[in-house]
């Protein structure tokens, strides 16, 4: 890969290609690189601007994206059109989120399945990988900005906990967004390499408690580094808690001392939005200042330190069972604890350092950044791949994606491309047929969407699976690839234990003009490949949809009445005749239509199953 050099006379940067590092965040995203003179990490940022890029979208009613500062602008106006915390949303479903679902003032669709979320804007859908692509979209175009040369390539930071839908959904966020992930790197490991932890192989060995706690997300981190090696020996903490809940006790003092209700800030968004605005000034005025005095709406907003304080206090308390939770998984106590690296804007309240500090008995070490330090650790991390730093070990890798063929025809990867070998991964699929006895396992290599773009290794049947209703059969297809790069894939139903496996070869028979050309094609065609999986992916869960509520209607015929089965029947034909079309958006919304109509009388049926079936006894 190309080196930076820099041009002595204009001192701009000069090379073919450059690898960022990129920390796309809940509240602010950044990209960073390794200065080429001073060789070290810097974030990127414009002359007297901030290196954060607000991960905010809007959407004006033509389509048009905004993000970052100007898209904040548009969160009290039009907060049904503008897009937050959307990292929250990652490879999630909606049964995920739904007990938070009050948080998020626009419209995220509720299909009471497992299906992945989707959010609503003007009559668009997206999903989360699709909202963050625009964020880095922003980001790629930031750095050729200021470098003065295309970014093709990067490393992208995503949480410890994150598991593998949350991870794939990065990487396709970041194709979508013209990016070639090279890797993507866990937070606490990004931010040890920021701190200099492990970089040298004479260090010795050191464990590490890395505490982050960001806008949206808290996660505690234990980690070994060994020669130049990070190894996660354990990871805890809470998707819910971060700056935002520190910001929302603030609002929620405040709407107590002014006798307004909760339902007055769920019905009126601008308010909502104005106030959570303020909540999150005052955090931040009172981590240096011990009073915060502000007029809203014609009223006096006021806080103290003390009361903040307060305030905080059952939340911090919370990331402390956290902690305690990970040494405790980790087989850790305090004392082995070499170092404790503070990460996330939310551990400048000097609360938290206080009582991080308390509870591991040493001092924390936040001398760099917090808003900065993951992006930074991306930025080694980029130069380890470029090859420029020889202190950290590189493993071998996959040099292509390995996954499955789903409903579709979609490529579903189960070991992503630049994965460390020997590695193992599994995923528990289902069957889409009543007494289907039999289930195809077709395993490819390739980085495209569509398996028919992607290269077929091999396939085997899985027979013998009892017969059961769709749904009810749980197939587990785990790969484990060794150190030869031989990969061994396995098919389990896990109910009846019927098992099937065969070795391949994954790694051979491409050459370097093969391989460079199917990744450079995944870029390519990344928008259309995205396009294409989610209009499959939206006419299989329209099918699915139609099936399961002709089989609830069969059954429960006699409980619904004319107007009912009338609106009903309209509504599937609505569906059935967008399933015939190629507008992804419009499957969306009759599925949305038709959930609306039949939510109702299928919650009302189970109520009085349930009634049926409770009469005469207690619990």
């Given at each position: 890969m190309a080196k930076i050099g820099i041009n002595i006379a204009t001192g701009s940067l000069q090379q073919e290609e450059i690898i960022v590092g990129i920390d796309l965040g809940t509240t602010n995203s950044l990209v960073a690189i390794i200065h080429p003179e001073t060789k070290q990490p810097v974030a990127l940022k414009e002359h007297n601007s901030s290196s954060l890029v607000p991960s905010v979208i809007h959407f004006d009613e033509f389509g048009n994206v905004t993000v970052g500062e100007e898209a904040k602008k548009y969160l009290i106006t039009e907060p049904q059109n503008t897009i937050f915390s959307a990292k929250r949303l990652m490879g999630k479903s909606y049964n995920d989120i739904k007990d938070n679902a009050s948080f998020f003032s626009y419209k995220v669709i509720d299909d009471a399945s497992q299906a992945m979320i989707k959010v609503q804007a003007g009559s668009k859908f997206y999903t989360p990988a699709e909202l963050s692509s625009f964020i880095l979209k922003e980001l790629k175009k930031r750095a050729e900005h200021i470098?003065?040369?295309?970014?093709?390539?990067?490393?992208?930071?995503?949480?410890?906990?994150?598991?593998?839908?949350?991870?794939?959904?990065?990487?396709?966020?970041?194709?979508?967004?013209?990016?070639?992930?090279?890797?993507?790197?866990?937070?606490?490991?990004?931010?040890?390499?920021?701190?200099?932890?492990?970089?040298?192989?004479?260090?010795?060995?050191?464990t590490i408690a890395v505490y982050d706690l960001g806008g949206g997300t808290f996660d505690i981190s234990i980690l070994k580094i060994s020669n130049g090696i990070f190894e996660v020996l354990s990871t805890n903490g809470d998707t819910y808690l971060g700056g935002d809940d520190i910001d929302n006790s603030i609002v929620q003092y405040w709407l107590q001392q002014a006798g307004v209700s909760e339902d007055e800030l769920r019905t009126n968004r601008e308010f909502a939005q104005g106030i959570r605005l303020q909540a999150e000034a005052a955090k931040i005025f009172l981590s240096a200042n011990d009073v915060f005095d502000t007029t809203f709406n014609g009223d006096s907003l006021t806080i103290t330190k003390q009361i903040l304080e307060t305030l905080v206090?059952?939340?911090?308390?919370?990331?402390?069972?956290?902690?305690?939770?990970?040494?405790?998984?980790?087989?850790?106590?305090?004392?082995?604890?070499?170092?404790?690296?503070?990460?996330?804007?939310?551990?400048?309240?000097?609360?938290?350092?206080?009582?991080?500090?308390?509870?591991?008995?040493?001092?924390?070490?936040?001398?760099?950044?917090?808003?900065?330090?993951?992006?930074?650790?991306?930025?080694?991390?980029?130069?380890?791949?470029?090859?420029?730093?020889?202190?950290?070990?590189?493993?071998?890798?996959?040099?292509?994606?390995?996954?499955?063929?789903?409903?579709?025809?979609?490529?579903?990867?189960?070991?992503?491309?630049?994965?460390?070998?020997?590695?193992?991964?599994?995923?528990?699929?289902?069957?889409?047929?009543?007494g289907q006895s039999g289930m195809k396992i077709s395993v490819y290599q390739g980085e495209r969407d569509m398996v028919k773009d992607n290269r077929?290794?091999?396939?085997?049947?899985?027979?013998?699976?009892?017969?059961?209703?769709?749904?009810?059969?749980?197939?587990?297809?785990?790969?484990?690839?060794?150190?030869?790069?031989?990969?061994?894939?396995?098919?389990?139903?896990?109910?009846?234990?019927?098992?099937?496996?065969?070795?391949?070869?994954?790694?051979?028979?491409?050459?370097?003009?093969?391989?460079?050309?199917?990744?450079?094609?995944?870029?390519?065609?990344?928008?259309?490949?995205?396009?294409?999986?989610?209009?499959?992916?939206?006419?299989?869960?329209?099918?699915?949809?139609?099936?399961?509520?002709?089989?609830?209607?069969?059954?429960?015929?006699?409980?619904?009445?004319?107007?009912?089965?009338?609106?009903?029947?309209?509504?599937?034909?609505?569906?059935?005749?967008?399933?015939?079309?190629?507008?992804?958006d419009l499957i969306h919304s009759k599925?949305?239509?038709?959930?609306?109509?039949?939510?109702?009388?299928?919650?009302?049926?189970?109520?009085?199953?349930?009634?049926?079936?409770?009469?005469?006894?207690?619990?």
């Amino acid at each position: 890969m190309a080196k930076i050099g820099i041009n002595i006379a204009t001192g701009s940067l000069q090379q073919e290609e450059i690898i960022v590092g990129i920390d796309l965040g809940t509240t602010n995203s950044l990209v960073a690189i390794i200065h080429p003179e001073t060789k070290q990490p810097v974030a990127l940022k414009e002359h007297n601007s901030s290196s954060l890029v607000p991960s905010v979208i809007h959407f004006d009613e033509f389509g048009n994206v905004t993000v970052g500062e100007e898209a904040k602008k548009y969160l009290i106006t039009e907060p049904q059109n503008t897009i937050f915390s959307a990292k929250r949303l990652m490879g999630k479903s909606y049964n995920d989120i739904k007990d938070n679902a009050s948080f998020f003032s626009y419209k995220v669709i509720d299909d009471a399945s497992q299906a992945m979320i989707k959010v609503q804007a003007g009559s668009k859908f997206y999903t989360p990988a699709e909202l963050s692509s625009f964020i880095l979209k922003e980001l790629k175009k930031r750095a050729e900005h200021i470098l003065k040369t295309p970014v093709n390539k990067a490393v992208i930071t995503v949480p410890a906990y994150f598991n593998d839908a949350q991870r794939q959904a990065t990487r396709d966020a970041g194709k979508l967004a013209g990016l070639d992930v090279l890797r993507i790197v866990n937070e606490p490991t990004a931010a040890s390499l920021a701190y200099g932890l492990g970089l040298h192989k004479d260090s010795g060995d050191k464990t590490i408690a890395v505490y982050d706690l960001g806008g949206g997300t808290f996660d505690i981190s234990i980690l070994k580094i060994s020669n130049g090696i990070f190894e996660v020996l354990s990871t805890n903490g809470d998707t819910y808690l971060g700056g935002d809940d520190i910001d929302n006790s603030i609002v929620q003092y405040w709407l107590q001392q002014a006798g307004v209700s909760e339902d007055e800030l769920r019905t009126n968004r601008e308010f909502a939005q104005g106030i959570r605005l303020q909540a999150e000034a005052a955090k931040i005025f009172l981590s240096a200042n011990d009073v915060f005095d502000t007029t809203f709406n014609g009223d006096s907003l006021t806080i103290t330190k003390q009361i903040l304080e307060t305030l905080v206090q059952p939340l911090v308390d919370k990331t402390i069972v956290c902690c305690t939770n990970a040494l405790k998984d980790a087989g850790l106590k305090k004392e082995a604890i070499d170092v404790v690296v503070m990460v996330g804007g939310s551990t400048r309240v000097p609360l938290v350092k206080e009582s991080v500090s308390r509870f591991f008995g040493k001092p924390v070490n936040d001398t760099v950044n917090p808003d900065e330090v993951v992006a930074l650790g991306a930025a080694i991390q980029a130069d380890i791949l470029a090859g420029n730093n020889k202190d950290v070990l590189l493993l071998d890798i996959t040099p292509l994606s390995l996954g499955i063929e789903t409903m579709g025809g979609l490529m579903d990867v189960l070991i992503p491309r630049n994965s460390k070998i020997p590695n193992k991964a599994s995923r528990q699929y289902t069957t889409h047929k009543d007494g289907q006895s039999g289930m195809k396992i077709s395993v490819y290599q390739g980085e495209r969407d569509m398996v028919k773009d992607n290269r077929k290794l091999s396939e085997f049947n899985l027979t013998g699976i009892p017969a059961m209703p769709a749904g009810l059969a749980k197939v587990e297809v785990s790969f484990l690839i060794n150190a030869d790069g031989i990969l061994v894939v396995k098919a389990k139903e896990l109910r009846s234990g019927v098992e099937q496996s065969i070795e391949v070869k994954a790694q051979q028979d491409l050459t370097d003009a093969e391989l460079e050309k199917m990744l450079l094609d995944s870029i390519t065609h990344a928008s259309e490949d995205i396009a294409t999986r989610a209009l499959v992916e939206a006419r299989t869960e329209g099918e699915q949809l139609l099936t399961t509520t002709e089989k609830f209607i069969q059954k429960n015929i006699t409980h619904l009445s004319n107007e009912e089965m009338a609106q009903t029947a309209t509504a599937m034909q609505a569906l059935q005749l967008a399933l015939t079309m190629t507008d992804k958006d419009l499957i969306h919304s009759k599925v949305e239509e038709l959930n609306e109509i039949s939510r109702p009388y299928a919650e009302r049926i189970m109520d009085q199953a349930i009634s049926t079936a409770m009469r005469g006894k207690t619990v």
